[in-house]
């Protein structure tokens, strides 16, 4: 069974950078698409980014040029990295992943069957 843990969360001020792994075990993530999940206070989980096996990613408007998702199948590790955050940055970050069946990603929650725990992100001055 694959298992995902998020870790790189923080506070950061606006405008700064951020990196956040998600490292898998259990099996190797060649064969998962992965996507990003954020929940910010007092609102739901959103999806903000993923990637499919193939590399091919998609991220959602708000994050466009800020945020990018890539994956290191060696170190079994997919990053989100962010750069000039934004106060409506700040949440619980979650990944996600479901195994390939279709060469495409999405960012819709109930399309992911494993998760990891989260991580916060702060965004503050």
């Known amino acids: 069974q694959l298992r995902l843990a998020e870790s790189g969360g923080g506070l950061v001020q606006p405008g700064g950078s951020l990196r956040l792994p998600c490292a898998a075990s259990?099996?190797?993530?060649?064969?998962?698409?992965i996507g990003w999940f954020r929940q910010a206070p007092g609102a739901g989980l959103a999806g903000i980014s993923c990637?499919?096996?193939?590399?091919?990613?998609n991220n959602i408007d708000p994050v466009k040029g800020r945020f990018t998702i890539s994956r290191d199948n060696a170190l079994n590790t997919v990053y989100l990295q962010m750069k000039d955050v934004k106060y409506e940055d700040t949440g619980v970050y979650y990944c996600?992943?479901?195994?390939?069946?279709?060469?495409?990603?999405?960012?819709?929650?109930?399309?992911?069957?494993?998760w990891g725990h989260g991580t916060q992100v702060t965004v503050s001055s």
């Open positions: 990637i499919t096996t193939g590399d091919i990613s």
């Open positions: 259990g099996l190797t993530l060649d064969d998962y698409v």
């Open positions: 996600a992943s479901v195994h390939d069946r279709s060469g495409e990603c999405r960012t819709t929650a109930g399309w992911y069957d494993e």
